[in-house]
């Protein structure tokens, strides 16, 4: 037991990525996703590049068992493009990769850029034919005049081959950067959403998509807010919801109207006007939303803080955790190198009691919901190379000091290193094994089981 963390005691499993301090861009990790058994693990790349892993099969028999992960397949997703139209170049860098349910014994993910959605198949190949007629075993073609007698090809086994190949490709439907893909629960259409819009595609039509929301206005000089992230119910196939800037997010219900300009729940918490200082309206922008699983509850997350809403209370969070509340004295310098602007996202568990979300410093907070009588748990950790040399080694707690006057075992305010930032996170949807994202790294810790 983690006395302050709850009922779970977290150790390394494994680091993927090499421990070096000259990191280039383009390895940067840009979004992590487990697949819906968790038996995958994707990961996107700032140069276009998605590396799946697959969960090492021992791992699971041993006793207790092990979170570790092998690569399974690695493919260049998306190219750097050009827009001549608006001389405007297209990064490669994968926004968002979600998984489709597993339906035969290939499986197949959507990947995302600021502009193009690509519909990936991942299959094993362990067979090969041989003994063609009319071509030789390498592939080069036979002499027709030399062929006397008929052979029947025959199928034998050979090493096995993982091979990733596009099969749909959904462009030319955003005019801005895409933020948000999220598959239906009917597992045939899913939406994407971008800064003004959000749109609906069937996973089998790439040139045609329907437009669900249009937040822009006829004068462009009247924006007040954009979208940040959208999101399907993961059971009723006719809800999505979608935060924006504002800090509010909306409920829509698609069978109300074809255009869901007209929301039918809308979930703010009021501003406490004491509290308004220049940096209020940054920081209350909201950069990820995420259902839980049983789509009963909702959780956002804004600069400082997660919340918890019920769908069925709009007028306040049923749940505020703070995540790093000792930088409100830091807004200014954070708002100086940028760092108020970054966009951090958030996790639920399997079964939807705990949280997880990134911080500085190579920190990442998880929370214990309803942890004891009335008590919540929360425990800060930390993704670095010292816990990949204590392997199987129990995490240890981290804190951090708001003033100049600290403890022995916490990290003063002043001395966190902010270029060190968790911002993708991810949680396997049936174990305590979760998967963190640290530049060019990826942390795999588990339950100490």
């Known amino acids: 037991m983690a006395g302050n963390g709850g009922e779970t005691t977290w150790c390394f499993s494994q680091v993927k990525g090499t421990l070096e301090d000259d990191v280039t861009e383009a390895d940067l990790i840009s979004c992590v996703e487990f697949n819906h058994d968790g038996e995958l693990l994707a990961t996107g790349d700032k140069g276009g590049r998605v590396v799946i892993f697959q969960r090492d099969p021992a791992s699971k028999q041993c006793v207790p068992k092990k979170g570790e992960y092998n690569v399974y397949s690695t493919f260049q997703s998306h190219e750097p493009e050009f827009d001549y139209l608006k001389s405007l170049e297209i990064e490669e860098k994968i926004n968002k990769i979600r998984w489709l ?14 502009k193009t959605i690509k519909l990936w198949k991942v299959s094993e190949r362990d067979k090969r034919v041989t003994g063609y007629n009319t071509r030789e075993e390498g592939g080069r073609p036979r002499d027709p005049t030399r062929i006397t007698s008929l052979r029947v090809p025959t199928v034998r086994p050979a090493e096995l081959m993982v091979e990733a ?55 462009m000089e009247e924006l007040t807010e954009v979208i940040t992230a959208a999101e399907f119910h993961p059971t009723e196939c006719n809800l999505f919801v979608y935060s924006s800037s504002k800090g509010t997010i909306r409920l829509c219900d698609m069978r109300a109207a074809a255009l869901c300009d007209r929301h039918a729940k809308l979930f703010e918490e009021p501003e406490d006007p004491h509290a308004r200082s220049f940096f209020s309206e940054i920081i209350s922008s909201i950069s990820d939303v995420k259902l839980s ?83 919540r748990g929360e425990l800060t950790l930390e993704a670095c190379r010292d816990a990949a040399q204590r392997p199987r080694q129990p995490l240890r707690a981290r804190r951090v000091a708001a003033s100049a006057k600290r403890k022995k ?23 305590s094994i979760i998967a963190v994202a640290a530049t060019n790294n990826l942390f795999i810790f588990q339950d100490k089981f």
Request: proline share 3%.
């Open 293 to 375: 699983n049983s789509g009963r509850y909702m959780m956002s997350r804004d600069y400082l803080g997660l919340k918890v809403w019920d769908l069925r209370m709009e007028t306040k969070p049923v749940e505020t955790y703070p995540v790093h509340e000792y930088l409100r004295s830091k807004l200014c310098s954070l708002y100086e190198n940028d760092c108020i602007f970054d966009k951090f996202e958030c996790c639920w568990s399997g079964e939807d009691q705990r949280l997880m979300t990134g911080s500085y410093n190579g920190f990442f907070r998880i929370f214990e919901r309803g942890c004891g009588a009335g008590r």
């Open 165 to 219: 190949s596009p099969r749909r490709i959904f462009a030319n439907a955003h005019t801005y950067h895409i933020n948000s893909i999220s598959l239906n629960s009917d597992q045939e259409t899913y939406l994407s959403a971008d800064d003004l819009r959000i749109n609906l595609w069937h996973l089998e039509i790439t040139d045609q998509s329907f437009n669900i929301v249009d937040i822009k206005p006829a004068n």
């Open 409 to 431: 075992d916490e990290i003063s305010v002043d001395c966190l290193d902010f270029t060190k930032k968790i911002l993708h996170t991810a949680w396997h949807p049936h174990e």
């Open 101 to 114: 349910k597993r339906k035969n014994q290939a499986h197949f993910l959507l990947s995302t850029n600021d």
